[in-house]
T-cell receptor, first 110, second 114 residues
Framework: QKEVEQDPGPLSVPEGAIVSLNCTYS??????FMWYRQYSRKGPELLMY????GNKEDGRFTAQVDKSSKYISLFIRDSQPSDSATYLC??????????FGIGTKLQVIP | DADVTQTPRNRITKTGKRIMLECSQT?????MYWYRQDPGLGLRLIYY???????NKGEISDGYSVSRQAQAKFSLSLESAIPNQTALYFC?????????????FGPGTRLTVL
């Protein structure tokens, strides 16, 4: 079993839809949870960073962590074509070793 | 200017050739990383360095070597390239200290080994 599981997609949604992206994990030592966005032919860029359980909101993006279920989510409201990218979850126990999901490819159709 | 730069951006080479990929950063971070990204496999850590004198193997270091020339420079070498090293390579940096796990990535090098 992989430490981090993420559905690779692709996920296609119409413009304006609410998008839900998810990862599950098995290592209970993970305390820091991140989401990266990667456009085609570009490096991943940090989108959201959360510590422990709970929600964090930044504009149209909300990151949610449920440590009891070992489940993390990224919600995108009012999705735009410019949100079309691959989204990678990243988890860490706080010792600089970061484990990445394989990424979910999202396409927002105008 | 970009905080993390990688050269070259694209490289095509032949089996058996020695290749060096270079990474420079202006973020002032102590920690630097090399990853490769393959479809269906995601990002995999090759090597990482917590400071100039500290080099560590990642999960897939076989066939690769690194050099940390300065705080700002970290190079990855393929001593004798083989086709299954064809991939997208990323350099990343991070700060030192607890709770500073966020990594900042360069634009990547697309390497093709024929």
């Amino acid at each position: 079993q992989k430490e981090v599981e993420q559905d690779p997609g692709p996920l296609s949604v119409p413009e304006g839809a609410i998008v839900s992206l998810n990862c599950t994990y098995s290592n209970s030592a993970f305390q820091y949870f991140m989401w990266y966005r990667q456009y085609s032919r570009k490096g991943p860029e940090l989108l959201m960073y959360t510590y422990s359980s709970g929600n964090k909101e930044d504009g149209r993006f909300t990151a949610q962590v449920d440590k009891s279920s070992k489940y993390i989510s990224l919600f995108i409201r009012d999705s735009q074509p410019s949100d079309s990218a691959t989204y990678l979850c990243a988890l860490s126990g706080g010792y600089q070793k970061v484990t990445f999901g394989i990424g979910t490819k999202l396409q927002v159709i105008p | 200017d970009a905080d993390v730069t990688q050269t070259p951006r694209n490289r095509i080479t032949k089996t058996g050739k020695r290749i060096m990929l270079e990474c420079s950063q202006t973020k002032g971070h102590d920690r630097m990383y090399w990853y490769r990204q393959d479809p269906g496999l995601g990002l995999r850590l090759i090597y990482y360095s917590f400071d100039v004198k500290d080099i560590n193997k990642g999960e897939i270091s076989d066939g690769y070597s690194v050099s940390r020339q300065a705080q700002a420079k970290f190079s990855l070498s393929l001593e004798s390239a083989i086709p299954n090293q064809t991939a997208l390579y990323f350099c990343a940096t991070s700060e030192a200290g607890p709770g500073t796990d966020t990594q900042y990535f360069g634009p990547g090098t697309r390497l093709t080994v024929l």
